[in-house]
């Protein structure tokens, strides 16, 4: 089981960066496949990145491509990061980033399917303006 904490979030302008951060705690947090996803109030969770256990494979949303770049550190047994970096910043960005946690140790391809993910954050607010 992992305890899932995001931060990071904010108001930025339209053009601008954030980096959010997704601290996974508990039992091996490293064999756990970890995916970003976003939501506008009322609507769908979408997909935004979804990552690998060992970081050997990635799966960006078309919409973000280019735009966000994702990584993790497995250094602590303990605890992992997972950072999402978010350049380029649109209006449509603007969202509710929730980090999501699913056990899969040794899994090549993580899934992108939020009804596969038990274990999620609070969420963290992001905001662009124009």
Not at 13 to 28: H, I, M, V
Not at 58 to 75: C, M
Not at 105 to 110: E, G, M
């Amino acid at each position: 089981q992992v305890h899932l904490s995001e931060s990071g979030g904010g108001l930025v302008q339209a053009g601008g960066f954030l980096r959010l951060s997704c601290t996974a705690s508990g039992d091996s947090p490293s064999s756990y496949a970890i995916c970003w996803f976003r939501q506008v109030s009322g609507y769908e969770l979408l997909l935004v990145v979804a990552i690998s256990w060992n970081a050997g494979v990635l799966n960006y949303a078309d919409s973000v491509k280019g735009r966000f770049s994702i990584s993790r550190d497995n250094g602590d047994n303990a605890n992992n990061v997972v950072d999402l970096q978010m350049n380029s910043l649109k209006r449509e960005d603007t969202a509710i980033y929730l980090c999501a946690a699913r056990f899969a140790p040794n899994s090549a391809k993580p899934s992108t399917d939020p009804r596969q993910y038990p274990y999620w954050g609070q969420g963290t607010q992001v905001t662009v303006s124009s």
